[in-house]
């Protein structure tokens, strides 16, 4: 346990951007919209997260502003996507290219800075548990937080009124209308904020995990959280777990090869990517059809009221 | 007969060897403000790393040229799409001097400058040359070496860790340099090699990092282009050796030293030659006499007598009495590659596809 | 006052082209702002960029080397599109089509350009069939979402071409550099017209024809389009959506394997690491803005090719930063995108 224990540790911590990415994206699906430009946005909020640490004095304005610029290119994509129609898959890739330039070029400044950023903090009592205190109680407050999400929004979309608007707004845009709820406004709220989260998941490259900015440094992640979404079928206690895997694979790679193991390093690096589909191919043949049930039936297609008969 | 022809047709080829050599020596000097001077980067210069530490040279060449305009493409990747953009620099900016700043555009560098024979390409890190191409490249296993001394007199455990960006040469060359470092200061300690096939995932870089700490290494080494390795190195209070530029800033306590690139020393020459119109074709590979490769300065953890050894080793390598690569040399597997008294060619240190005795890894075949 | 939208029934040709002309008006507006606030004279950066793009027959030419790639993968996704399943691994199937190419170049030399050329061809379309029928399979038997395969197997083939020149493939004459040993001259597809356009220019014209007809002209084409708008209708109708998976997603990625082929044939003569230009995901844009026309593509992603290089244009001539580039591009793309809406709905300003 003593050699495993590490493994899982640096999983969790590795899978944190990706989850809080994840969560960002499962709650703009869940109310129709598709936004494809997580790469872009986390490269954003990587960057306002660090900068705004730098000239706010704390990883905790950093990490608020990175949810606020989050947030603004999340309008963007709500004005695009729910105002005028346009195409989301095409629309997110713009936002990726749009994100990745915007980060760059005003990122030329920070180059080889460092910032204190966002420590780790064990949790008194709790982190001397066996086993579970280290993994999960010695971290840092942004994947204590990270928990705490993803109980919040599996309370939030199943339990409460708002979540279920959500939901009717993502499923059946049109009796939800009929039902007197404002479909373009929950698809403008859930995608700004969904938008937040993404950033947040890249302030954590920035603030919390690396503590400097470099350009393009979420190298690929935001790929990544686009594929954990349907690979936690929109779930966010599954989100976790296929964040964690992915982070944990990877990190258990790198830790074969420390151990000396023989195995061509390429081969090695393809199993985060081949365990995911394996993983899915298991859930999906154990549920069958009901894999695509739980997508959002109405996912990426515009709504406009004056459609209605 | 035939016997005849042949040497007809060498004496007639060696005359017009001879013939084209003297066209390239007598290349026209061409005037400072009329080079033009492309720069093609791998990556953004915002990486921090590499391309980082290209553009700060080129930064300090155009500041020493009064009246130099230069032009850098950023990012443009080591396929066809290099191609353009090194002809649109020739045909638009009328650049009458190329450097391409990595290895993978070497086809592409031969393919334009076969169109383009007036204008002078610089290839670095590759080996194909032409009239108009020369190759130029930095010794950077020299100040690896040296910062190897500084990790084997450090480390307690024996253990070193390093974090290897891909299985190239180059790569390969540095880690056998370091070792050679590291097991001249501490015969038994043991270098151990983790591959990201990646050159830039400060992540990756991070938790493979952490990884080596976590097997018990105590100084860490690197080759990829962020600071996360000694970002992690400071937070674990582990020593650690930076590598492109001085990264302190990452690890204030705990860097030690770290081999850095000065490209103005590699560029600005060859600028002065394409001016002066004495630029020929050669393989340039400057070390630590020219000064295009150095030591970072000394952490506050490097010992005084440790500074000592390095200094002297440093001043014999600069006159030419430590070639690094000197014999005996050792595989993995205890074999010896070099005889005592004998010393790596250039085209050997250059092509090393093999680890020497205390490198614990493998590479990829 | 209030702004409603109200669908358009249809929309006559003028008006699709007056919208489209005005939104690319406002995007160089908004874009023209943003050069202006970087230093740089909005007119001038794009005198260089269409000088780059269109100056010349050499410009003409590099710009149609950038679309070739594009075009192609975007006639494969745009396949799989139609019936809404979402091949995003036009990448991954272009890289195997390339590394399959290769294999058998190395393996299977022939002296005859045609008959080798035939078999890297065979090769590449069965290898990038294969790689998309691997996720068009998982999703007709266990119904495992195609988005995560495709887009997983990017990157295991991303990693397997790496395996390759590292490894096993790596040219002992390269001083251990991580690439194959150059093509034989039989290999290479030739070039047009003294430019570095190549033959695979007569196979995009070909399958573009061809996918023309193949979507709109055979039942085949009106089965996957009906899927791809109702798929329950469609089953009604008694059409197997899932048996026409895996041959749509087989197709596709042969055609994307096809044109990996054709650009490590074309233009690089060997593989090395590094190989892609992330065609893959820019041919997904192209696919989306020409509606799924096969012929519509053609132009668009020749405009979408003159974009990039307007990328380097800014670079070279005006001396921005790529990413100076990169967040032109994406105002574009953003601008024709809401401009699109105009096409389709009309804007009723109703009063109280």
Redesign the interface.
């Known amino acids: 346990m003593e050699t495993l224990l590490?493994i899982f540790v640096?999983a969790v911590r590795?899978g944190t951007?990706i989850l809080y990415a994840t969560l960002g994206e499962i709650l703009t699906e869940k109310a129709g919209v598709m936004n494809l430009g997580l790469e872009?946005i986390m490269l954003m909020g990587a960057l306002s997260g660090f900068a705004a640490s730098l000239w706010g004095g704390s990883p905790l304005i950093g990490l608020a502003a990175a949810f606020a610029v989050g947030a603004c290119l999340g309008l963007?994509h709500a004005f695009?996507s729910v105002?005028?129609?346009?195409?989301q898959?095409?629309?997110g890739?713009?936002?990726?290219?749009?994100?990745?330039?915007?980060?760059?070029?005003a990122?030329?400044s920070y180059?080889?800075?460092?910032i204190p950023g966002l420590d780790s903090w064990s949790i008194p009592v709790i982190s001397k548990l066996p086993v579970i205190g280290r993994i999960f109680f010695s971290q840092d407050i942004m994947v204590y937080a990270s928990f705490a999400l993803v109980f919040l929004m599996m309370f939030f979309l199943h339990r409460t009124r708002p979540g279920m608007n959500l939901r009717a707004a993502g499923d059946n845009p049109k009796a939800a209308d009929a039902m007197g709820l404002p479909v373009a406004g929950i698809r403008y709220l859930y995608t700004v904020i969904g938008a937040g989260l993404v950033a947040l998941g890249g302030a954590y490259?920035s603030v919390v995990?690396?503590?400097?900015w470099?350009?393009?440094?979420?190298?690929g992640?935001g790929?990544i959280a686009?594929?954990m979404v349907?690979?936690a079928i929109w779930n966010p206690l599954q989100a976790a777990l296929g964040a964690y895997l992915f982070g944990g694979v990877?990190?258990f790679q790198?830790?074969l090869?420390?151990?000396?193991a023989?195995v061509?390093?390429?081969?090695l690096?393809?199993l985060p990517?081949?365990m995911?589909?394996l993983v899915?191919?298991f859930i999906?043949?154990g549920k069958?059809?009901k894999?695509?049930l739980s997508a959002p039936a109405a996912l990426g297609i515009p709504f406009?009221r004056?459609?209605r008969e | 007969m035939k016997k005849s022809v042949l040497h007809v047709l060498f004496v007639f080829f060696v005359f017009f060897s001879f013939f084209a050599f003297s066209i390239a020596v007598n290349a026209a000097p061409i005037p400072v403000a009329e080079i033009n001077p492309g720069y093609v980067y791998i990556g953004p210069v915002g990486d921090g790393g590499w391309t980082y530490m290209q553009d700060e040279g080129r930064r300090a060449v155009d500041a020493a040229f009064p009246g130099l305009k230069s032009t850098i493409v950023e990012s443009v990747g080591e396929g066809p799409e290099s191609v353009p953009v090194m002809e649109r620099l020739i045909r638009q900016n009328k650049s009458k001097l190329i450097f391409a700043g990595s290895f993978g555009y070497m086809d592409y560098v031969e393919e334009v400058a076969k169109k383009y024979p007036d204008t002078i390409f610089m290839h670095v890190s590759g080996y194909k040359r032409a009239d108009n191409v020369g190759t130029m490249f930095g010794r950077m296993y020299q100040p690896r070496y040296l910062s190897g001394l500084v990790a084997g007199k450090v480390t307690q455990s024996g253990n070193i860790g390093y974090v290897a960006a891909h299985p190239i040469p180059e790569v390969i060359r540095m880690i056998n340099a370091f070792t050679l470092g590291v097991r001249k200061t501490n015969p038994g300690a043991t270098v151990k090699v983790i591959w990201l096939f990646s050159w830039f995932d400060p992540g990756k870089e991070k938790e493979a990092a952490k990884a080596l700490i976590d097997s018990g290494c105590d100084v860490l080494a690197m080759h990829a282009d962020t600071g996360a390795v000694a970002q992690a190195a400071e937070e674990a209070k582990t020593y650690v050796i930076g590598y492109n530029n001085d990264m302190s800033q990452y690890a204030p306590t705990m860097h030690l030293t770290a081999p850095i690139w000065d490209w103005e020393k590699l560029f600005s020459p060859i600028v002065k030659q394409v001016a002066d119109g004495t630029w020929k074709s050669e393989a340039i590979w400057w070390g630590m006499k020219e000064g295009a490769v150095d030591l970072a300065p000394f952490g506050p953890a490097v010992p005084e007598d440790v500074r000592k050894l390095v200094a002297a080793e440093k001043a014999d390598i600069i006159s030419g009495k430590q070639a690094v690569f000197t014999g005996p040399i050792k595989d993995q597997s205890g074999t010896v590659k070099i005889k005592q008294g004998e010393t790596m060619s250039d085209d050997d240190i250059w092509s090393m596809g093999w680890f020497v005795e205390g490198v614990l890894g493998e590479v990829p075949k | 006052m209030r702004l409603r939208a109200e669908k358009r029934i249809d929309s006559p040709a003028w008006m699709t082209f007056m919208t489209t002309a005005l939104s690319v008006l406002l995007a160089l507006t908004a874009g023209g702002v943003f050069l202006y606030l970087q230093g740089v004279s909005p007119f001038a950066a794009y005198a260089a960029i269409l000088k780059s793009a269109f100056g010349s027959g050499y410009d003409l030419s590099e710009t149609a080397v950038k679309a070739l790639p594009l075009a192609i993968v975007s006639l494969a996704v745009m396949l799989s599109f139609t019936m809404l399943v979402w091949n995003i691994g036009g990448e991954g199937q272009a890289l195997v089509g390339a590394l399959a190419a290769a294999a058998v170049v190395r393996y299977f030399p022939v002296g005859s350009k045609p008959a080798m050329l035939s078999m890297m061809a065979l090769a590449a379309v069965f290898a990038g069939g294969f790689w998309a029928g691997i996720a068009g399979l998982l999703k007709a038997k266990w119904n495992v979402n195609e988005i995560i395969t495709t887009l997983m197997l990017n990157y295991i083939a991303m990693r397997l071409l790496e395996y390759f020149v590292y490894g096993p493939w790596r040219d002992p004459s390269s001083l251990g550099f991580p690439m194959t040993k150059p093509f034989i001259a039989a290999a290479r597809l030739p070039s047009l017209w003294g430019t570095r356009i190549h033959m695979g220019i007569y196979a995009l014209f070909f399958l573009t024809a061809v996918m023309e007809i193949l979507l709109w002209r055979t039942r085949f084409g009106y089965e996957i389009r009906v899927m791809g708008d109702n798929a329950r209708a469609a089953r009604y109708a008694g059409m197997d959506c899932m048996k026409k998976v895996v041959g749509v997603m087989f197709i596709s990625g042969a055609i994307a394997g096809f044109a990996g082929m054709c650009e490590v044939s074309g233009l690089q003569g060997r593989l090395q690491s590094g190989f892609s230009a992330q065609y893959g995901y820019t041919a997904i844009i192209v696919a989306w803005l020409s509606h799924l026309r096969p012929s519509l593509s053609l132009i668009i992603a020749f405009l979408m090719g003159a974009l990039l290089v307007g990328g380097e244009a800014l670079q070279i001539g005006m001396g921005l930063p790529m990413a100076s580039a990169q967040i032109l591009q994406g105002l574009i793309l953003f601008f024709v995108l809401g401009g699109e809406f105009f096409q389709n709905y009309r804007v009723r300003i109703d009063a109280g």
């Open positions: 590490p640096a590795s951007p872009g963007i695009l105002t005028l129609g346009s195409n898959v095409v629309c890739l713009a936002m990726t290219m749009f994100g990745g330039g915007a980060s760059a070029l990122g030329r180059i080889g800075m460092t490259m995990y690396n503590k400097f470099a350009e393009g440094m979420t190298a992640r790929w686009v594929a349907i690979f990877e990190t790198l830790r090869q420390a151990a000396g023989r061509p390093a390429p081969l690096m393809m990517y081949l995911t589909i899915l191919l999906s043949a069958g059809h894999v695509s406009y004056e459609e």
